[in-house]
């Protein structure tokens, strides 16, 4: 196996003055894939992204030679001003405060979306042009930034393997559908054969968001795209657990730390400096928190470190000048000679400072808006192996899902979250060390070497469930044997179902007519010696009556209650209607269609059928479920049963169905039957066939058909074949 990660940055910083040399990139995305690799002992892996710094193409050229002498890693060139639009502009204007559930700020600009399609493209080509991609190479795409990536890749290689993980939360619907390019991003996710989130609640949201703006639905997670099988699923990242529990060599730093604050209590803040981390909610309830609680004046300090980010941008500037007068205000009301309330740093501190604090710190607050893991609560609970400290989290922190002992607050309530500071700062050390003993069990057990481990098992699951599904496929190969026993054969049985196979799924039934190409192959073919072709379809006879008046073949309506004779073109009924049951089936149909806008109700002579496939997906969802709910009480211990089909829920008479008048065409002694359908009243047929006989179902999906053809136009294109042997 190959692994081969791309993300937006390189994994190191390269000094771009010879003579070069490189230095790791912090940030917990990098240092978590990093660790998982090291730990799974995966030596053939390579790492592509930008270099993250601005240069001149010659100089890229440059440092490309000595990235390629020294490690396996492939710099991506971007030009300074493409770069400014796709990473300041789409990424951090759209993106980043959309996803976070923050529209109010974010920015919709054609040129910023232009620029994301072009960077896309442009790691596409590069890393199309420097590795050669195989069925061994799997390649791991992370991140909002490269949402457009694994559909490019596929329209490219269709059967590269694609794994696509993001780190940051996935939006309800109807935050998300606000973006203008909302269906290209979603096209792009598509791409993949796995796609991980972090929490449930991110899964979910993708889940409905596919429903809601493209209509797809899908299934255990699982869902069928162009042809493909997709896995959607969680994998909360966790980290590496023994580095942050078992570090030594720090403990002159903690003192100091204690020291410098005259061994009071600490509370401790560290965040990148962005909107969504609530930097500024935590000081207006410190400063709550040292109004309301006089006698914690002078004894307690809150150590914010506030780590640069995007200092370009004046968004952030502005923030940060907030954050900084706010501390002062408080400083100047609070403070004196002997206490500052509240110390400010803005840097970054290596991994042994932060570990120095967090050990040194009594609470920390980590109080995101919105955060899609927050790697910071875990490590703070790892590094407390003396098992002591308090942790408040907020609940939108995608780590809360899993550090429920925490202090859980609203960040956005100024007096729980001072209430919460309190409660911290009072906590006994028996309730300190039962809490973190039950955290630090979880976070060990799901460490980032799990959490890499189940994305690749998924991701190998779902590529045998692809390859699976491609071995029943019609290649080439099956199509000359198909053909070979359709020329060797004496008597030739075709068994064909309407919608979706002669003609493509309409919005609206009446919409999906015979075309005339398609009449003159079903002319052909029923006209060919010693074949019989049965249309075979769950519509009213008068439907299909009217379509093939004019072909000698069988029509078969309402899923066998009613079959028309091949030569006198007469119809008989197999079933007996039950008027009184039928009546009550349809109010209760008719009284959902209130409650389901764009459903409606077809009474047919032997059965009744509830349509919405014009319907909004979510809704239709918890009608039919209520619907169907209802009808199954009301056919129990009757001759009817309830039938789910392609956005058509049908009652119908049991004793009947696509089955059972397959299996008696099948008794009149033919040597060759071919049986093709889409839809899950179809199943019944494959089911009831002989076991020779040649099954294909349209799409891919779960079938008990032999075979599948891609779409209605393959079908088409196979009748031709067998016109053409004559």
Excluded at 148 to 168: C, D, Q, S, T, W
């Amino acid at each position: 196996m190959k692994l081969v990660i791309v993300a937006n940055r390189l994994p190191i910083v390269v000094k771009t003055i010879e003579p070069f040399f490189a230095l790791q990139s912090p940030g917990g995305l990098v240092s978590g894939i990093l660790t998982f690799l090291k730990k799974a002992n995966i030596s053939n892996w390579l790492w592509m992204g930008w270099l993250g710094t601005n240069i001149k193409k010659n100089e890229f050229n440059k440092i490309k030679e000595f990235i390629h002498r020294e490690y396996n890693y492939i710099p991506v060139y971007i030009s300074d001003k493409l770069m400014d639009r796709f990473y300041n502009g789409f990424c951090n204007k759209t993106l980043w405060p959309l996803f976070h559930s923050m529209p109010a700020i974010a920015n919709y600009e054609r040129i910023d979306w232009e620029s994301y399609v072009e960077v896309n493209r442009i790691f596409a080509d590069t890393l199309l042009q420097s590795i050669d991609i195989d069925t061994k190479t799997y390649i791991w795409i992370h991140d909002y930034h490269l949402m457009l990536l694994p559909k490019i890749i596929r329209e490219r290689v269709f059967n590269a393997n694609i794994g696509f993980f993001l780190h940051i939360p996935f939006p309800p619907p109807e935050i998300f559908s606000l973006l203008p390019w909302k269906k290209e991003l979603l096209h792009g996710l598509l791409g993949s054969d796995l796609i991980g989130f972090h929490i449930y609640e991110y899964t979910i949201n993708f889940l409905r968001t596919l429903v809601r703006v493209l209509r797809i639905e899908s299934n255990i997670r699982e869902l069928f795209y162009q042809d493909r099988i997709i896995r959607v699923d969680t994998f909360p990242m966790g980290i590496d657990f023994k580095l942050f529990n078992s570090m030594t060599g720090i403990d002159d730093k903690i003192e100091n730390i204690k020291k410098a604050v005259s061994n009071k209590k600490i509370i401790f803040s560290v965040d990148r400096l962005d909107y969504t981390k609530g930097i500024y909610n935590r000081l207006l309830a410190y400063e709550e928190f040292l109004k309301t609680n006089e006698n914690f004046r002078g004894k307690v300090v809150l150590i914010m470190n506030v780590v640069p980010s995007r200092e370009n941008v004046e968004h952030y500037a502005r923030m940060k000048r907030q954050i900084e007068e706010k501390i002062s205000q408080i400083n100047g009301t609070f403070g004196n000679i002997e206490w500052v309330p509240v110390i400010y740093q803005y840097k970054s501190l290596d991994i042994q400072d932060l570990v120095a604090y967090y050990r040194a710190s009594d609470v920390i607050l980590i109080t995101p808006f919105k955060d899609g893991m927050n790697l910071i609560a875990k490590e703070f609970v790892a590094s407390r192996s003396d098992l002591k400290g308090v942790l408040i989290l907020s609940e939108f922190a995608g780590s809360s899902k899993e550090l429920g002992e925490a202090i859980i607050v609203n960040p956005n309530s100024i007096d729980e979250l001072c209430e919460a500071i309190k409660v911290a700062l009072t906590s006994s050390l028996e309730e300190q060390k039962s809490k973190l003993k039950v955290m630090q069990e979880r976070l060990e057990k799901y460490d980032i070497l799990k959490w890499g481990n189940d994305f690749m098992e998924a991701f190998n699951i779902i590529l045998s469930k692809r390859n699976f599904f491609k071995t029943k496929e019609i290649d080439e190969i099956i199509l000359q044997k198909i053909i070979s026993n359709f020329k060797i054969s004496k008597k030739k049985l075709f068994l064909l179902d309407y919608d979706g196979t002669l003609v493509a799924i309409k919005n609206s039934p009446e919409l999906a007519i015979l075309d005339q190409e398609v009449k003159e192959i079903l002319f052909k073919l029923s006209n060919l010696k010693d074949s019989k072709v049965v249309i075979i379809s769950g519509r009213r006879k008068d439907e299909l009556e009217e379509y093939f008046k004019d072909l000698n073949v069988v029509v078969v309506a309402e899923h066998g209650c009613w079959v028309r004779d091949q030569y006198s073109g007469s119809w008989k009924a197999t079933c007996t209607p039950n008027n009184e049951i039928k009546k009550k089936i349809k109010e209760i149909m008719e009284y959902y269609t209130y409650k389901l806008p764009f459903s409606f109700v077809e009474e047919k002579d032997f059965t009744v059928a509830f349509h919405y496939r014009l319907s909004e997906i979510e809704l239709a969802g918890s009608r039919i479920a209520e619907l169907l709910d209802e009808l199954k009480f009301l056919v129990s211990n009757t001759e009817y049963g309830v039938l789910m089909g392609n956005k058509v829920l049908e009652v119908r008479p049991l004793a009947v169905n696509k089955g059972t008048i397959s299996y008696s065409f099948t008794q009149q002694g033919y040597d060759f039957v071919l049986a093709i359908g889409d839809d899950t009243t179809d199943e019944d047929m494959f089911k009831a066939l002989p076991s020779d006989s040649i099954t294909i179902k349209v799409g891919l999906g779960p079938s008990y058909a032999k075979y599948y053809l891609p779409s209605q136009t393959e079908v088409i294109k196979l009748l031709k074949k067998f016109v053409e042997q004559n």
